[in-house]
């Protein structure tokens, strides 16, 4: 088929939604956040109480909620009809986001979600797994990074603009941890696909790349 799906992968902060979505804009597709449905199971099980180290009480969580994401430059998430759009970026959240992204059951009932979207319609998705397992087969795939320090100080400008304080050594540290997680749990890896282009974003511009990516893609087509 000539349906295109891109996938971008990387670590925390490198800048991926944000390019994902203007790529996104720019070539009609439709942009899918896979970390916000992550975060999304991760918050009702905050929420129900739920213990993190039950594998099975969280499959059988993520496989009985619903998540919507509503396309837009605003991103709406819709947890079982309700927005958690802003709470699923909050603190609690994030620290507690990958423990439940390592479970494998977790992982299967989103990554089939995330396959059938990509079926219905031209997309463009970020997160961890997307060249590597959700879409092998993907139109191009790119794994986006920068440095740890780098990434730190976009995240701290992002919430700094939103009007939260932000302890940027602390950031640092919460985002070397969530790296060390994704990248060293048994099921799908933070690594990059075989044949994805691999673009340090450090001291590149946005437009630069997403420039970068939209020629690449255009080449791959
Ligand atoms: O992209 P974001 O930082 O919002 O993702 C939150 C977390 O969700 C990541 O740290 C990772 O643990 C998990 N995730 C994942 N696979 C994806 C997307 C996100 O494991 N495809």
Redesign the pocket.
Known sequence: SNRICVAI?GP??AG??TVAKLVARKLGLLYI???????AVTLKALRQGLNLDDADALTNLARETTIKLLPGLQQSVLLDGEDVTEEIRSSEV?RH??TV??VPGV?EVLVNR?RQMAGETDVIM?????GTV?LPRATAKFFLTASAEERAQRRAKELADKGYTVDIDKLTKEIQE?DY??SHRAV?P?VPAGDAIIIDSSGMTIEEVVDNIISWIEKSK
């Open positions: 992968d925390a902060g991926k939604s956040d896979t970390g916000a449905m992550y975060r994030t986001v990958s992204a390592g992982r995330q970020d997160g961890r797994d997307i959700v969530r997680k994704d799908s933070l």
